[in-house]
């Protein structure tokens, strides 16, 4: 079964015409030629060949869009929405962390006429500083609105209010009109319980990102059937990024209700990595999502070498060694090893240390770009994946004291000299500054078994 968010908001619960925020923390296709790290990491390509719908910075954002019968002939337009802690102002309050934020939807019919319209206020409250911190989908915020079948311009805004920042994304979608025998499009949900009327709230939390964990829990894709005389089967199929078939069967409803639900269960480490297709129904009537399985949720990377390839300069740990000698047949198993080994807190949802390591890494590669190779594979990306933000940076190279950048940590007692020797801005740790980076590796490795 899914696993419960870490933090809930009360006034969230699965009401979705309620709405608020709150928290959760076989083959292996190869990357597409010419992939870079950089696009590896972009998860804004990645959900906008999934068909979401993104924001960048400086407030980036990810949400899904889904629609389902409403009371008499209107449908439920359900906008799901992911933020990541990180990308909010948090500041002190008592004993726990506040960030306050603004949700603006618009639906514009495409034809004329009036728009519908939503704003909330929300609150995210987390209970220590790390939280604030987490790179993953740590806040969810679903709304619902009722809307008379046709065509219309979305827009979402999502506005930090403690630093005023704003992230908007804009999209056309059909609420379609699901009259006798039609069915929902597929969702993947977080949990869902059933309805039996159209005019029943919508108990549902949907997944926005589509993201799956290789190796994680039960995966769930929910669908409504609308109006069904009797007993039906409609086709459902999964497709891996191969076309391949992975899945062929049936979901089953058992008719006479105004509404009727399902959901479909798989285990995501039953499919391939990469990107995953669910079809409900066929010819005209089929509808279908997008998804992908990754070896995480909140870093979609879904190639095993590649991922190995990333991790060299995680903790050296005998489990990391596991994983690089590791056979195609037991990757599965040694990763679910090397996850568990690895996390520092069982009881999240989240491992926390991989988490670190791939916002670390994310930032360096964004941050070093200009020395001719990927950031994260320079000599300062390095040492920020290892071990974070330097305390004191010094930046002689634009004055005449020579090109070099020294960088200080307080807590490991270690002062670095980056030096640029040959004047084209490629800054390499000095031969001492490298050996002291390797005496603290090693000391912090002893300490962390």
């Given amino acids: 079964?899914?696993?419960?968010?870490?933090?809930?908001?009360?006034?969230?619960?699965?009401?979705?015409?309620?709405?608020?925020?709150?928290?959760?923390?076989?083959?292996?296709?190869?990357?597409?030629?010419?992939?870079?790290?950089?696009?590896?990491?972009?998860?804004?390509?990645?959900?906008?060949?999934?068909?979401?719908?993104?924001?960048?910075?400086?407030?980036?954002?990810?949400?899904?869009?889904?629609?389902?019968?409403?009371?008499?002939?209107?449908?439920?337009?359900?906008?799901?929405?992911?933020?990541?802690?990180?990308?909010?102002?948090?500041?002190?309050?008592?004993?726990?962390?506040?960030?306050?934020?603004?949700?603006?939807?618009?639906?514009?019919?495409?034809?004329?006429?009036?728009?519908?319209?939503?704003?909330?206020?929300?609150?995210?409250?987390?209970?220590?500083?790390?939280?604030?911190?987490?790179?993953?989908?740590?806040?969810?915020?679903?709304?619902?609105?009722?809307?008379?079948?046709?065509?219309?311009?979305?827009?979402?805004?999502?506005?930090?209010?403690?630093?005023?920042?704003?992230?908007?994304?804009?999209?056309?979608?059909?609420?379609?009109?699901?009259?006798?025998?039609?069915?929902?499009?597929?969702?993947?949900?977080?949990?869902?319980?059933?309805?039996?009327?159209?005019g029943a709230p919508l108990r549902v939390i949907l997944n926005p990102r589509g993201t799956l964990a290789y190796g994680g829990d039960t995966a769930a894709a929910y669908v409504e059937a609308y109006g069904l005389t009797g007993p039906t089967a409609i086709p459902v199929i999964l497709r891996d990024m191969r076309d391949s078939v992975i899945l062929d069967d049936s979901?089953?409803?058992?008719?006479?209700?105004?509404?009727?639900?399902?959901?479909?269960?798989?285990?995501?480490?039953?499919?391939?990595?990469?990107?995953l297709r669910i079809i409900v129904g066929s010819g005209a009537t089929a509808d279908s999502t997008r998804a992908v399985v990754s070896f995480s949720q909140g870093w979609v990377v879904t190639n095993f070498e590649d991922m190995v390839g990333l991790l060299r300069y995680f903790r050296p740990s005998p489990a990391l060694d596991s994983l690089r000698k590791a056979a195609p047949e037991d990757r599965a198993k040694v990763w679910k090893q090397f996850y568990r080994s690895t996390d520092p807190n069982s009881a999240t949802p989240t491992n926390e240390a991989l988490e670190q390591y791939f916002a670390r890494l994310a930032r360096a590669n964004q941050r070093f770009r200009d020395e001719g190779v990927q950031g994260w594979r320079t000599d300062r990306g390095e040492v920020l994946v290892r071990l974070g933000e330097p305390d004191e940076i010094f930046d002689a190279s634009p004055a005449s004291e020579g090109r070099l950048i020294r960088w200080g940590f307080t807590n490991y007692q270690l002062v670095l000299y980056f030096v640029d020797e040959t004047g084209f801005g490629r800054f390499r740790l000095s031969p001492a500054s490298r050996a002291e980076l390797e005496r603290v590796i090693a000391r912090l490795s002893r300490q962390a078994d």
């Fill in 251 to 275: 979901l089953r409803f058992r008719g006479g209700r105004e509404v009727e639900s399902v959901a479909l269960r798989f285990a995501p480490d039953s499919a391939p990595l990469g990107e």
């Fill in 1 to 198: 079964m899914p696993r419960t968010p870490p933090f809930v908001a009360a006034t969230a619960a699965l009401l979705l015409l309620g709405c608020g925020s709150w928290g959760r923390v076989g083959s292996q296709p190869s990357v597409q030629q010419g992939e870079t790290l950089t696009q590896i990491l972009d998860l804004s390509a990645v959900y906008k060949r999934l068909g979401r719908l993104t924001s960048g910075a400086p407030m980036p954002f990810v949400a899904e869009v889904a629609f389902y019968g409403g009371a008499g002939d209107s449908t439920l337009a359900v906008v799901a929405l992911s933020l990541e802690s990180r990308n909010l102002a948090f500041q002190k309050e008592g004993d726990a962390f506040v960030a306050r934020y603004r949700v603006d939807l618009t639906l514009t019919p495409t034809g004329g006429g009036p728009a519908v319209t939503r704003r909330q206020e929300q609150t995210a409250r987390v209970g220590s500083f790390a939280e604030t911190q987490r790179g993953d989908e740590s806040i969810l915020y679903q709304d619902g609105l009722t809307v008379a079948p046709g065509e219309y311009r979305l827009t979402l805004q999502v506005t930090d209010r403690g630093a005023g920042k704003t992230g908007q994304a804009e999209a056309t979608y059909r609420a379609p009109r699901f009259g006798p025998g039609s069915f929902s499009a597929p969702r993947l949900s977080y949990r869902a319980e059933g309805r039996t009327s159209r």
